[in-house]
């Protein structure tokens, strides 16, 4: 079974930085695809970044370019570096992880593994 857990959302000022992060334990949570998504309130959870089990990146139009998603499988972590915030940024992130092996996997069906979120708000 994998357990997922973020951390690091909160409030920041557009065109600032946050950090989000996941933790991740099971014996097999690192050998999986993970994801970064997020939901703002009324519409759907849609995913801003994933990355591979050996480092292979996407990332949704919108973020390229300002988010860097990572992971280091030793320490069972993943994170999301998000720089130069707008206000389209605003919404709870979630962690995922998926089973399959379609790369890349970018619905949230396909995912069987999640954590709780973390709210990120930006004020303009």
């Known amino acids: 079974q994998v357990q997922l857990v973020e951390s690091g959302g909160g409030l920041v000022q557009a065109g600032g930085s946050l950090r989000v992060s996941c933790l991740a334990s099971?014996?097999?949570?690192?050998?999986?695809?993970m994801a970064w998504f997020r939901q703002a309130p009324g519409t759907e959870r849609e995913v801003v970044a994933a990355?591979?089990?050996?480092?292979?990146?996407y990332y949704r139009d919108s973020v390229r370019g300002r988010f860097t998603i990572s992971r280091d499988n030793d320490k069972y972590t993943m994170d999301l570096q998000m720089n130069n915030m707008t206000v389209e940024d605003p919404a709870v992130y979630y962690c995922?992880?998926?089973?399959?092996?379609?790369?890349?996997?970018?619905?949230?069906?396909?995912?069987?593994?999640w954590g709780q979120g973390t709210r990120v708000t930006v004020t303009s």
């Open positions: 099971g014996r097999t949570a690192m050998t999986h695809n």
């Open positions: 995922a992880a998926t089973t399959s092996g379609a790369w890349p996997m970018i619905v949230v069906p396909g995912y069987a593994y």
């Open positions: 990355i591979t089990r050996s480092g292979s990146k």
